[in-house]
């Protein structure tokens, strides 16, 4: 083994610094106060944010945004039924024993953003999971969804896109609650606080806006004075229809009021239920909501470290700090986390160190509104990120449990690989975190996920602005999201009770950020990137050969400009190699033209992503530029490749009419000759050449 | 006066360099055929382009697309009136006494490029200028435009503008020509070749297409193989009715043949009338046209020197190479100096420079169809281009007279006037170019103009891609533009005799590459962006005073986005300042810190003009990304700035009923606001922080 470098002692540091203790300190402090985005208590959280930044020695600013938040002012939801008293719904969580916090008074009571005021009175429709294959089964069972209320169950899709299922329907009004089979393991261990599982009264809050950032200023920044869009305006893609979500001890008496045909055995769950029923009807509902919707301060805090050779490239690192409630895992267990990392980056700094490049950690706000901090940022430096931004590492729940999971932009991969070599698996001293991220993802190799759903704030970073995105996290799903119980008492219970799981966290996220920041040459393989299109490619090829669509319809186009970007990358990894073997050969100082290669180098390294986005963006989506990862219609959780394809393919199949056939399938082809041309000049990018 | 730096003796050697003799001799070679786009006698000249590149010691290539263009296959005009004889034009120019050019049968017919192919047979209108103005005169004296032909006159817009809206008013067909008044010095000194001017028969050639690039592939490269419109596709944007240029000489029965009231006296011409009537009728036209539109091979050459310190920092050069006819004006003056300017490096190249950044010599192809050379080359290099790109600097007719005109992106101007000042003036050894600048643009500072109309190769660089450009040229209109006298003979009596003006031209030309690729800091000035962006908000608020414009429309964010762009000049400037200072007083070589903050810096400067483009692009024509400077609907020759804003107000002004009103004058609002986020965004380029 080579005598360590400079660099990798000031990396070994920084992981001997990191401080369980320090990171629970720092999360039962953020999480004392519930916090949404806009209230006083979050502001706090700001305050600390930035405080504490500054308390470990680093640079911090912050900077607000005027945006359209909504709160409840009124609920009421009654169910009615044939030869029943009617429930007047308490639409409360309760409180249970042996945890303070689920007593609090300060609680935002339960509801989705950006559901519209309105009032329904109709009979009521079992809709399962509210995807648009579950009302295309409602239809095909004769079930009228026209003029009544839906209720459907969380956590397949997107909340807005249920409800945007339910009003396309012709639904008037949706409740969505957690099913025990889902967020209960079946009511087979109990509840919190004796598990992990979400209570009966347990409530998931959360968005129900289809966009992203302030609904009234989609594209740009809402600084004050800027152009708002009406509430009305179709542009601002508000939700149609009134929802409300519920408990599950909530949706009981309104599925047992159900009539109709028993539904089908995979719609089936795990309330106290001897069946499912659709209705619709007998029993129906009253619902009545009114919002305060109303243009509110928001505070993203950042702390920089400005880098001592080219100041001018950002390597940046986000978590989101508003929660619904108390938000010890989401989000602030990444913000603990953030916190920590700037105590280990100013440890290394009283010691000396300056990154060769710019480090930015960012704290944004009101994320669970729909990434609004983060996206209004994004957009106002949109050009300033063109340029300079290297890379954006994101941690919304740092830990909700054990299990390391990632997703990342390929070229990324790599480092990803290695660094995870370094540090310890925190539930298993004996191993590293990537030999037992290779046992949880029963492959030979680590599984990374890619970054095409929207979900969290990397999706301004990458979606629209082209910057290579991590997001990193200990546990997927965690049954108490969104509710009362992410809290302080449910996190030393059973997220991670020992914090050592944040420290591993802390450990990745901290080693990414210096190897970006220090490497000469950036650590971004776009082999890997190739490799996974070409798999896209093949998996698109599939459907294709398997569904109606005309031969004439050709992926060609595709395989070849993924072909001419393997070459690129090829012949990029020659010239990285090349280049580092020439300044390992210089023995004293670096000539000029050295450096301004390596620049070079890394510009192209770094503006390769850039080349994915297309000024037109996704079809009928146009802020998503990003012509790879991006949202898919109906589908804002999901996370596949190509959306524009995907999208017109759908579209295509489902058409019935030969005339509209042949336009879509044009449009399929159309969508195609997009990606294969961002593809295409991605390969330029890398070559750096002029044709 | 300090000793000249090294720099500067390579500029003073470049400038000794440039002979009038080798200028002229290219161009008598280039132009000793007609060579238009697409045909073997072209492809020759690209030949002869790159031999020459590589023959002056400079590494050359080229690169092809395969794009749609037309050629004429049949023509026909007929006059009929009652108690006439029908006349059957000739549809030919003359051979003239002198001038052997002129009597070539290898010149191609007058056409359209891209009129559709059609017959019509209708009752003639005259419509002056073809303006929207010109047809809501006719409109407002009651002439019916609907089904007839229209006579219009060339000279104030584009003649593809002509004709479109001369089919939103209803005709079938439109002839256009060349009026002595606007082409023949109003017949006072005869016609060429006892004089420059444009002779009785000579017609004007040229392209009716109102997009830019191949028609069929709007915003990608038309490499083999890629996607392609169909030409019905409302996107490609084909004229929708068949014209022709004719002869004044063929004009006049035309004319003649017209009744009904006289034309207004600002609408009466040259011609041997004693007054034009406006018809319609009693002449009727009978016109067929047969168009042979084609996909067909076009070639751009290059020649590339590449940088020493920073290669992948791109100055460009372009000129277009194809010509209706000869092009000894248009382009091949460009050419000519094109290829002097490649001797110029090519003989300090032999004396061992070699420039810091890369330059690239550009010989552009089927320009004259639509820029599409530039267009499709730009649009398969974007990414390349948006990291790489310092500037663009066009030159299509070098030289068509005295006088020099330049157009400029504003960061530049100061640039140009330092470099004029050190050419001497081609007309008057005893004065510099500035000098004779100044005075024919009759001011204290000479006249810039800005590039906001279409015209030229720059425009897919600086209206697309956002790289400063610059545009220069001796003279700016000539009479026998487009038509067979455009050749050496015509240049050699009456454009450029001495070829004194083409080494004005290269010395201008060459000294602005040189500047652009060495100067450690770029010499861009965003001062005077920012003060020629007020003047322009001052005008638009001066005409909204005077408008029906309603008081809640708000030009106050356009001013306070300039405000701050004003700001952010001054610190750069500073920040330039103490840069250049510290660079001075390091004694030996410079520190790596140093290099670092040039490159950021420079990356600011090249980078603030990209801010101007925006991902939307102009409102009803996305190509056209910069908000500043782009086309003007109805009128591609304008070069007004803020092309969306006035777009929008002039629709606002001229929409008559109070709901439409309102939703028009939103929209005025609405581009006031794009605009002012634009500038904002180069504010925080400049700054090079983020917010
Ligand atoms: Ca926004
Ligand atoms: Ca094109
Ligand atoms: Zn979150
Ligand atoms: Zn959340
Ligand atoms: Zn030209
Ligand atoms: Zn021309």
Same mark, same amino acid.
């Given at each position: 083994r080579p005598a360590p470098s400079h660099k990798e002692s000031w990396q070994h540091m920084f992981v001997q610094s990191i401080d369980n203790n320090s990171i629970s300190n720092h999360l039962k402090e953020i999480t004392k106060e519930p916090h949404v985005a806009g209230t006083a208590e979050n502001f706090k959280t700001a305050e600390y944010v930035e405080y504490t930044f500054k308390a470990y020695g680093l640079d911090a600013h912050h900077k607000d945004y005027d945006v359209l938040l909504t709160y409840p002012l009124h609920r009421l939801l009654v169910l009615t039924q044939p030869d029943h008293e009617p429930i007047k719904f308490s639409l409360k969580e309760k409180a249970v024993a042996g945890d303070p916090y689920s007593n609090r008074s300060n609680i935002i009571p339960t509801f989705h953003a950006y559901a519209p005021s309105g009032n329904a009175s109709a009979e009521v429709v079992y809709a399962n999971y509210g995807r648009r294959e579950d009302f295309q089964k409602l239809a095909q069972l004769g079930?009228?969804?026209? /003029?009544a209320i839906v209720i459907a169950k969380y956590a397949k899709i997107y909340r807005g896109d249920i409800v945007e299922n339910a009003a396309q329907a012709g639904a008037v009004a949706v409740v969505i609650y957690s099913d025990p089979l889902d967020y209960g393991n079946?009511?087979? *261990?109990? &509840? &919190?606080?004796?598990? *992990?599982w979400l209570p009966p009264s347990g409530v998931q809050r959360g968005s129900v806006f289809r966009g992203i950032g302030d609904p009234q200023t989609p594209g740009w920044a809402s600084e004050s004075g800027a152009e708002r869009l009406s509430v009305d305006d179709p542009a601002a893609q508000l939700p149609r229809i009134p929802s409300m979500p519920i408990s599950a001890e909530d949706a009981l008496p309104i599925l047992r009021s159900l009539g109709g045909p028993v539904a089908p055995i995979e719609w089936q769950g795990g309330l106290e239920l001897s069946e499912y029923k659709l209705g619709r009807g007998p029993g129906r509902l009253d619902l009545s909501y009114v919002a305060n919707q109303t243009v509110t301060p928001i505070r993203n805090v950042f702390a920089t470290i400005v880098g001592s050779q080219e100041p001018d490239r950002l390597v940046l690192l986000g978590n989101h700090r508003d929660a619904w409630t108390f938000g010890a895992v989401d989000p602030n267990s990444g913000t603990a986390t953030l916190l920590e990392l700037a105590r280990g980056f100013g440890k290394l700094m009283e010691q000396g160190w300056r990154p060769h490049r710019s480090i930015v950690l960012c704290s944004w706000d009101a994320e669970e509104y729909s990434m609004i901090g983060s996206t209004e940022w994004v957009e106002q430096n949109i050009d300033v990120l063109d340029a300079s931004a290297v890379a954006y590492m994101n941690v919304d729940c740092a830990v909700a449990g054990p299990g390391f999971n990632a997703a990342a932009s390929p070229q990324l991969d790599d480092l990803l690989i290695e660094i995870t070599k370094q540090v310890t698996d925190p539930d298993d001293d004996d191993q590293s975190l990537y030999e037992s991220w290779v046992v949880s993802s029963n492959k030979s190799n680590p599984f990374i996920d890619r970054l095409?759903? /929207? /979900?969290?704030?990397f999706a301004a970073f990458l979606q629209h602005a082209g910057v290579p995105s991590t997001d990193i996290f200990f546990a997927a799903d965690y049954p108490v999201y969104h509710s009362t119980f992410d809290n302080y008492n449910w996190m030393t219970k059973f997220g991670d009770p020992l914090f050592h799981r944040h420290v591993a966290v802390t450990s990745v996220w901290g080693l990414l950020a210096l190897r970006l920041a220090d490497d000469e040459i950036l650590p971004m393989k776009y082999e890997a990137y190739a490799k996974e299109l070409h798999s896209y490619a093949l998996e698109i090829n599939s459907e294709f050969l398997s569904s109606n669509a005309p031969e004439s319809v050709s992926i060609a186009p595709l395989f070849s400009s993924i072909k001419g970007l393997q070459a690129s990358t090829h012949q990029l990894a020659q010239e990285v190699e090349a280049l580092k073997q020439e300044g390992m050969q210089m023995q004293s100082g670096l000539s000029s033209g050295i450096l301004y290669r390596r620049r070079g180098l890394n510009d192209r390294l770094l503006r390769a992503e850039r080349a994915f986005l297309d000024s037109d963006g996704l079809s009928g989506a146009s802020w998503y530029k990003h012509l790879v990862y991006g949202r898919v219609a109906n589908n804002n959780y999901g996370s596949l490749s190509f959306p524009g394809i995907w999208d017109a393919f759908h579209q295509a199949t489902e058409s019935s009419n030969d005339t509209a056939n042949t336009a879509k399938w044009a449009a399929v082809q159309h969508e195609i000759f997009r990606c294969a041309r961002v593809i295409t000049r991605a390969s330029l990018v890398l070559q750096g050449k002029i044709t």
């Open positions: 079930l009228k969804v026209e /003029g079946n009511a087979t *261990q109990g &509840y &919190y606080p004796s598990s *992990q095409g759903g /929207g /979900g969290s704030d």
